[in-house]
């Protein structure tokens, strides 16, 4: 039986305390254990980007994750990226730009951006292509996801 | 009105909030997880399955196997030939043997390293063109050719003899998978009327619930399938993978059960493309004009039949390409193997012959020392034109303003060209 630690992290901004089992993956603890099922999984073994949140606001793939490796680090997924009444200019620009199709690789696509952008106001498309290289789409071809983040770079929006 | 505007995606703000629900995304309290155990041979009898000590795993509700079905042991979107779980002929790879329920991932994982199959070996075919043959290993007894179309129009050996140029080649496609985002996932429950219900990504709620009745041996009122949110499918969830392993799991210990595959599952478990053995015989006069063809393609079914005759037929009918030929002759096979099985995937079928078709004009166009270009616009569909199954085009053939328009997007001098 593997033992369990206590496991503590800002996580959307809020304070989160939680006992687990050691061997507990970070996105377990989100989807299991504090029900933010916004982030997904399509392959757990790092391939795919579907499970990507940020941690003190670099993309990590938490299916690679042992949750008490982010010990005490500030977490973001999809659900603290912007509440329903109020979105985040990417995530008005992906809907503007017909970058959803399904949908499944769209929270991990919206925060590798939001980190890009955070980093780099003005990314060219080839910036943007690197971005999210890490990250696999089935349904879109692409485009239209650097079409969006680029909308969003030239509007030079902030946040 | 909104006919000729772009709306917004009415789903999409669940979409990039992550509030959409797909289907693992349901959790129940008391639920239990399923578990499938699959074969790794593709050919095989089974001798003895012994379940006995899983069953008795701490945390292990229940090990279901083929004789624990209430109704009838097979499922298919033409024919139910694939079973649920074998009973004793293992026909492919990943065929699913046994079931657990269990409280948690990892006891239903544990439970399944328990039980203990006996297999006998038997021989196997993995070419639907050795399958084809008198000699070869039989993948049902009925024999492995499932479906042949042939197509005749006019006399092809005329047409050949008339021909100033014949190309003639073999092609091959191979296996794909539609690898959709969203791995396989279910959670089924019993709810307050006693019914059953479903919510699983499918691309058919109707018949899945059909075969989920007939399996439990209950009225089809008594299923309710509940689509979640659809991460992808591009064909692959047309067929049944773990709708009837979750229900059948739900009914018989009447608690709500969640399966989620792997992706390595998901690869195992739903079907693929159809590799597709093609060969073409085409023929044209001097200026490029097609006088006959001549098309075999042999498709690869896997153990079961899924949408193979549907999708060979397709196959069959776009064996000409968007091009009027006045002498084809066209046979068009799907064979049964020991591989995985193929089902539909985007194009159902009209998506491997134009490798071939378009290969030969553009052979044929070298022969004659024309454009690319040139060959296909003389002998492009428009409207009035006949197909090799005799339907005459009647509205809406836009291909020679198509030809056109990329033709000059290419900055070629069409002019010149026709
Ligand atoms: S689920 Fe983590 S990278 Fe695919
Ligand atoms: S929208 Fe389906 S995988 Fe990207």
């Keep these: 039986m593997i033992g369990t630690k206590s496991f503590e992290a800002i996580v959307n901004g809020e304070q989160v305390k939680l006992n687990i089992p050691q061997n507990l993956r970070l996105i377990d603890v989100l989807r299991n254990y504090l029900g933010l099922t916004g982030t997904k999984e399509g392959c757990g073994e790092g391939e795919c980007g579907a499970c990507t949140v940020l941690v003190d606001g670099e993309p990590y793939n938490s299916c690679l994750l042992f949750a008490l490796q982010v010990q005490n680090k500030n977490i973001l997924t999809i659900e603290g990226l912007a509440s329903y009444n109020n979105l985040h200019p990417l995530q008005e620009s992906f809907l503007e730009h017909g970058a959803v199709q399904c949908g499944y690789c769209t929270p991990g696509m919206l925060l590798v951006a939001k980190a890009l952008l955070d980093k780099n106001p003005n990314p060219t498309r080839e910036e943007i292509k690197v971005a999210i290289s890490g990250n696999l789409c089935r349904c879109t071809g692409y485009s239209k996801i650097v079409d969006a983040i680029s909308a969003v770079a030239e509007k030079g929006v902030k946040r | ?418």
């Excluded at chain 2, 006998?120 to 290993?137: N, Q």
């Excluded at chain 2, 129009?153 to 969203?182: C, P, W």
């Design chain 2, 1 to 418: 009105m909104t006919i000729g505007k772009s709306l917004p995606r009415y789903e999409g703000l669940g979409k990039v909030t992550g509030q959409a629900k797909f289907p693992a995304d349901y959790y129940m309290p008391g639920m239990l997880y399923g578990k499938t155990l699959r074969t790794p041979l593709a050919s095989a009898k089974i001798l003895r399955l012994d379940t006995s000590k899983a069953e008795s795993l701490r945390g292990v509700a229940k090990v279901v196997t083929a004789q624990d079905i209430p109704g009838e042991n097979g499922h298919g979107v033409i024919f139910p030939d694939a079973p649920i779980l074998v009973e004793d002929r293992v026909r492919s790879i990943n065929d699913a043997i046994a079931l657990v329920a269990a409280e948690s991932e990892e006891i239903a994982e544990e439970a399944l390293s328990l039980i203990k199959v006996e297999y006998e070996e038997l021989p196997a075919v993995y070419d639907p063109r050795e399958a084809m043959k008198e000699d070869s290993p039989l993948v049902w007894d009925k024999g492995n050719i499932l479906y042949h179309l042939p197509i005749r129009k006019g006399d092809v050996e005329k047409g050949f003899r008339e021909a100033d140029v014949i190309v003639e080649n073999k092609y091959s496609t191979q296996m794909v998978d539609h690898a959709f985002l969203q791995p396989e996932a279910a959670l089924s429950y019993i709810d307050e009327t006693g019914n059953l219900v479903l919510r699983v990504a499918t691309q058919y709620v109707h018949w899945d619930r059909t075969e989920i009745a007939r399996a439990l041996n209950i009225n089809i009122n008594q299923v309710r399938v509940v689509c979640a949110t659809v991460g992808g499918a591009f064909g692959g969830r047309e067929d049944m993978t773990l709708q009837l392993h979750c229900s059948l799991l739900t009914w018989l210990t009447k608690r709500p059960v969640k399966m989620v595959y792997s992706r390595e599952e998901s690869f195992k478990a739903h079907s693929k493309r159809h590799p597709i053995y093609m060969k073409y015989k085409t023929g044209c006069t001097k200026e490029g004009k097609l006088i006959a063809l001549e098309a075999e393609f042999i498709g690869d079914a896997g153990a079961y039949s899924s949408w193979s005759p549907n999708i060979l037929r397709k196959s069959a009918v776009h064996a000409t390409g968007p091009y009027y030929v006045p002498n084809v002759k066209v046979d068009a096979y799907a064979v049964h193997t020991n591989n995985p099985f193929t089902g539909a995937m985007r194009g159902f079928g009209a998506a491997q012959p134009p490798i071939a078709y378009e290969a030969q004009m553009d052979l044929l166009a070298k022969e004659l020392g024309l454009h690319p270009f040139t060959i296909r616009w003389r002998n492009a569909f428009e409207e009035g034109s006949e197909t090799a199954t005799g339907q005459i085009l009647e509205t809406s053939v836009g291909l020679k303003e198509t030809l056109l328009a990329t033709a000059k997007a290419y900055g070629w001098d069409v002019e010149k060209l026709y």
